[in-house]
């Protein structure tokens, strides 16, 4: 069974720590590896990836994928109050549907 | 700006009242567009997948009469929550996808209530 795992389920840190979230998978056919970040309302895209070892950035985000170890992090640094949300992993399978996991909750206290 | 358009945000209705939520996509035509319902504090399940001009495909465990999906446009397809019952309630979100290798794109979401 096609299974995606974040870990840690939840994180508090303080305005401006540096924080890694983790995502490995277990998927039939992979395509790729995608991160959202989800406040109150539906996911906003953040990073697509296909290829191992090449680093997506987008400002103090940060991510990379490991497939020979089907693993992947998202790095958050000079983490600010804006950041809290739960940032989602998932996984795209040869018919284009995504499976999620749980999702890991960030909380940036001041 | 916002790449999917999905409405109402919010239904409160009573049991037995049959529900339809629209999905649009706004900056591409989409062959394919899925549903999503999500549980609190669980993640994301796909419930089933909207191919335009065909029969969705529906996910293990999800009732097709129940959950009906009408994808008549390449930039429309709607989902209808038929006698919802307060089981149903869930918050129910959408995605866009313009080609098979390109993320897909979410709406806002509908949250549903069923009294």
């Known amino acids: 069974e096609d299974k995606v795992v974040q870990s840690p389920l939840s994180l508090v840190v303080h305005e401006g720590d540096t924080v890694t979230l983790n995502c490995s998978y277990e998927?039939?056919?992979?395509?790729?590896l995608l991160w959202y970040k989800q406040e109150k309302k539906a996911p906003t895209f953040l990073f697509m990836l296909?290829?191992?070892?090449i680093e997506k950035k987008s400002g103090r985000l940060s991510s990379i994928l490991d497939k020979k170890e089907l693993f992947s992090i998202l790095n958050i640094t000079a983490t600010q109050t804006g950041d809290s949300a739960v940032y989602l992993c998932a996984v795209g399978g040869s018919q284009g549907n995504l499976i999620f996991g749980k999702g890991t909750k960030l909380s940036v206290k001041p | 700006g916002a790449v999917v358009s999905q409405h109402p945000s919010r239904v409160i209705c009573k049991s037995g009242t049959s529900v339809k939520i629209e999905c649009r996509s706004l900056?591409?035509?989409?062959?394919?567009m899925f549903w999503y319902r999500q549980f609190p504090k669980q993640s994301l399940m796909l419930m089933a997948t909207?191919?335009?001009?065909?029969?969705?495909?529906?996910e293990q465990g999800v009732e097709k009469d129940k959950f009906l999906i009408n994808h008549a446009s390449l930039t429309l397809s709607t989902l209808t929550v038929t006698s919802a019952h307060p089981e149903d309630s869930s918050f129910y979100i959408c995605?866009?996808?313009?080609?098979?290798?390109?993320?897909?794109?979410f709406g806002d979401g509908t949250r549903l209530s069923i009294l």
């Open positions: 909207s191919n335009e001009g065909s029969k969705a495909t529906y």
């Open positions: 900056d591409f035509q989409a062959t394919t």
């Open positions: 296909t290829s191992s070892g």
């Open positions: 995605s866009v996808r313009e080609w098979v290798n390109q993320p897909q794109h």
């Open positions: 998927v039939t056919n992979f395509r790729s």
